[in-house]
């Protein structure tokens, strides 16, 4: 199984990103996949997640102002980011949960600078 993350970049305060995730290899249909992200000096904590079922949890940091939506067909997941802070800056990593097996991406750098 393979991650493939794109999207992220410089963006200024309030402003907007997307994050894109595709999956690829032996993905089964059920399935939880999300992002999480890590800032400097700080644990890699949980964004937002989708499972197969279309069940969300986002951290209470990013709620309403960030969407996550998902393919289950197509094995992708999106991070719609908006009302960006300072605070969001960080690497971004998209998460695949297969029964209790984590893949992850590459990771992508959001950096939220006026």
């Known amino acids: 199984v393979q991650l493939q993350a794109s999207g992220g970049g410089l963006v200024q305060p309030g402003g907007s990103l997307r994050l894109s995730c595709a999956a690829s290899?032996?993905?089964?249909?059920?399935?939880?996949m999300g992002w999480y992200r890590q800032a400097p000096g700080k644990q890699r904590e949980l964004v937002a997640v989708?499972?197969?079922?279309?069940?969300?949890n986002y951290a209470d940091s990013v709620k309403g102002r960030f969407t996550i939506s998902g393919d289950n067909a197509k094995n992708t997941v999106d991070l719609q980011m908006n009302g960006l802070k300072p605070e969001d800056t960080a690497v971004y990593y998209c998460?695949?949960?297969?029964?209790?097996?984590?893949?992850w991406g590459q990771g992508t750098q959001v950096t939220v600078s006026s």
């Open positions: 989708i499972t197969s079922g279309g069940s969300t």
């Open positions: 290899g032996r993905v089964s249909s059920i399935k939880v």
């Open positions: 998460n695949l949960l297969i029964f209790g097996k984590d893949y």
